[in-house]
């Protein structure tokens, strides 16, 4: 038997490879039935807690691409490797029906397997079909020679394939539940989001942003790159464990529920000091506690473990989850998918980990246990740590300058804020918006005086118990960041 050419096999197996996953995504978009979103999930889930920590503290948002890159790197190896084992049984048996055979039924299973989904499996099988049927008609074992034409049109194809598979999965599932800036806005959220932008301080700088985020603006932080795909209408959420009743609920009867709106503001624990991890939405739900009362918890700890859609979980006492609030909507519109749709969580007052967004399950436990992030090191369950952000500073004419921020004590609220010209000499009160109703909502602060020179800015916040944010720099691993956010402004 001759030795063929290995360099084409794996170039047609590699295009069986992209091709199987574009095959994939064609029929899938961006789903958990999506080959590589549950390669993801197990990639996320399984990188040990000090590595996650050294990304987000080192690599930051671009952690992702890294993540999602390996994840595509395996799906198309398997399905290579589905290609590779036909074309060589191929050849050896001399049976091409066989071999192409062969890696159509191991694509479809590997896919089978990873997504759950034996139907939408065939799509990524089809491909892998295909290019392993090329690459097997391209020779037999003893003259295999296929023409540089032969490869060229092959990856042209492969690409053009993958462009339109690209295409097709983005619309197969209609689009996302983004919001649309003429949809309905009820009266209630609409009195609320006008009351935020008629308190919001008028300041000279044009970078401040307001008392509630744009949907655009607000930030995003989650553990997968594939946000879940979760229609209203197959959305139910169960408390159960050490219960009394199971209770579940459907996004109907939730919604039939007292409706109540509030302002929320969230804060990541893992962001910076002076980051942008903070924001505030006028959000829409009903309260957690009679879902909570029907359910009549009995669990020893007083603890529940919060479970989502994308394998994101947290832990956090019964306490706290009384105060919550089941939300669907986010500034009037439906809650937007990467905010969580159809249902997330809103506890007032704690890290935004505890905000849990694709929410599937409450199990209230007799034990506790640690969540996600606290699996990889994190204290961000508790309350939030106060904080004054310095965001803006603008010259105004005459020699002042305008210094401004955002300060969040969570439902400690915020008092004062205190403004240092000098490096923390001496301190004089901030201008502060007048306070938005509710518990959990940030305010805004401004400072104007007369520029000298180099000024080392410093701004601290006192919350609504009168306790001052400590002084005491940290990082924010793993309890979120502490200090007094200062800036050098050189004339
Ligand atoms: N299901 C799920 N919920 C989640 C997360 C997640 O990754 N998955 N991230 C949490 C974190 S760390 C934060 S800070 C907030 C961010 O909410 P946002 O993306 O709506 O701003 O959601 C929390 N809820
Ligand atoms: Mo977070």
Known sequence: MSTYPSRSDAVFTILAGITGVAGSFAVTGYTRRFIVAPIDALVVRTTPGAIVAWMIQNVGEEAH????????????????????????????????VVGVGLAGVLAWGITAAITTD???????????VAFSGIGIGSGTADEYDPSRRRVLVSATSALAFVGV?????????????????????????????????????????DNLPGLVSSIDEFYNVDIAEFDPRVPADDW????????????????EEL??????????????????????????AVWTGTPIKPLLEEADPNGECGCAMLRAEDDYFVQFPTDAL????????????PLPRSHGHPVRVLVPGHWGETNVKWLDEIELLDEEMDGYWEQRGWHGTGPVNTVAKLWDYTRIGDGRLEVAGHAYAGTRGIERVEVSTDGGDTWADAELSQPLPGDDVWRQWRYVFEQEGVHEVVVRAIDGTGERQPEERSEAFPSGATGWVSKTIAP
């Open 65 to 96: 691409l890294l993540h999602i890159a390996l994840s595509f790197a395996i799906a198309i190896g398997l399905l290579a490797g589905a290609a590779l084992v036909g074309l060589r049984t191929a050849r050896r048996l001399d049976r091409p």
């Open 165 to 205: 598979s690209a295409a097709f999965g983005r619309m197969v599932f209609g689009p996302d539940p983004e919001y649309d800036a003429n949809a309905e806005i009820s009266d209630a959220v609409r009195r609320l989001l006008q009351q935020a932008d008629e308190q919001s301080l008028d300041t000279a700088g």
């Open 236 to 251: 139910s959420v169960t408390l159960t464990g050490q219960v009394e009743d199971d209770v579940t609920v459907t996004f």
């Open 118 to 128: 034996p139907l939408l499996a065939v799509a990524a099988a089809v491909p892998v």
């Open 322 to 333: 009384e105060d919550a609030f089941l939300a669907w909507e986010m500034n009037g519109q």
């Open 255 to 280: 919604t039939d529920k007292p409706i109540e709106h509030r302002y929320v503001t969230l804060r990541c624990v893992g962001e910076e000091l002076n980051g942008r991890k903070m924001d505030t």
